[in-house]
């Protein structure tokens, strides 16, 4: 969508156009999209139930990552009615190498935004959702207290529909992670994208430790609710810092791991080092299994969201299982 203006050499605001979608990677090299594989095939958007999802978005004002980050999948989740809706705005405060969600200075909390995305739930009558976010560094609480009212407003509008969160690190931010866990979502995903040795190049504002360490004290403060990680592959990862990775988020203590391709949004973005074979993500698959995940999902279109309610309901039968 905005990805011309990445594209332009010269700064659009001296030109009195509109802001750059990334203005940090507008002027960084080309890296030039690489044709994808004939097993990266996705459902075209535009079935009928696919327009319905698509007008309780825009007609609640709702905006989703589907969206924002160009996902593959929208063609299939959205005629299932499966949205991961982003929370406050659609600008981030974060620059990582891989992300097409628009970057810069956020507008401020929209405070209506919990009642209209439990509104937006109730219509679409989800069994389970996600909730994800831009990163807030601007706030004070990088946004755990909006989060925590999403949670309550669903809850209230929509007593029976689980909900999934998908947050940001919440780094530097004091006392942030204890005010999203008190709200109880059923399940806490936070992403650690790659492995530790790109963190610089893919992900350069956040900190792989810290993520680990937030993952665990989501289990330690509750046991009960389930926690999730995913990766993308494909970025210059070994495969053994894949497993070792796995052995860090074991270590944490976390239940589910999603692994899929990363697909670069634009020349301005990372590039593909290598479209990763189905049988290499069956591989990680079983190996994330036999380390004593309750859940793994590993293939080339899996995204962390994709999926989640019927993952949700997995990771409930796997957790009854191991009990008895
Ligand atoms: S996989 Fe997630 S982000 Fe992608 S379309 Fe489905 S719900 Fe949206």
Redesign the pocket.
């Known amino acids: 969508m905005a990805v011309v203006f990445d594209l332009l050499n010269e700064d659009p605001r001296k030109k009195g156009e509109a802001q750059p979608r990334h203005p940090e990677k507008a002027h960084r090299p080309d890296n030039p999209v690489l044709r994808k594989p004939d097993w990266i095939r996705v459902k075209a958007p535009g079935s009928p139930k696919w327009a319905e999802t698509n007008r309780i978005v825009k007609e609640n004002g709702l905006v989703?990552?589907?969206e924002e980050?160009g996902?593959?999948?929208?063609g299939?989740?959205?005629e299932k009615k499966?949205?991961?809706f982003m929370i406050m705005g659609d600008t981030c405060t974060r620059a990582c190498a891989f992300c097409n969600v628009k970057t810069g200075l956020p507008a401020p909390l929209d405070t209506k935004e919990p009642e209209h995305i439990a509104q937006a739930v109730s219509k679409l009558g989800l069994e389970h959702v996600?909730i994800t976010s831009v990163d807030r560094d601007d706030l004070a609480d990088g946004g755990a207290e909006h989060f925590a009212q999403v949670i309550r407003a669903i809850r209230a509008a929509s007593p029976k529909t689980t909900i999934e969160i998908l947050t940001p690190d919440f780094l530097r931010k004091d006392g942030a992670l204890e005010i999203v866990v008190a709200a109880r979502p059923d399940v806490f995903n936070h992403n650690l994208e790659t492995v530790p040795s790109k963190y610089l190049t893919v992900r350069p504002g956040a900190r792989y430790f810290h993520s680990i360490r937030l993952l665990q004290r989501v289990k330690e403060l509750d046991p009960s609710i389930f926690t999730k990680s995913g990766i993308m592959v494909g970025l210059g990862e070994e495969r053994n810092e894949v497993l070792q990775l796995m052995d860090d988020l074991r270590a944490a203590d976390v239940d589910f791991i999603t692994i899929g391709q990363y697909l670069q949004p634009t020349k301005k973005h990372h590039p593909v080092l290598r479209f990763v074979t189905p049988d290499e993500f069956a591989s990680y698959d079983s190996v994330a299994r036999a380390k004593g995940f309750l859940l793994a999902s590993a293939s080339p279109l899996t995204?962390?969201?994709?999926h989640?309610g019927e993952d949700f309901a997995r990771l409930k039968a796997a957790r009854e299982a191991k009990a008895l």
Do not use: K, L, Q
Request: glycine content about 0%; overall charge neutral; hydrophobic content about 35%.
């Open positions: 989703t990552v589907c980050a996902c593959p999948n929208v299939e989740c959205w499966h949205a991961t996600v995204r962390s969201s994709h989640a």
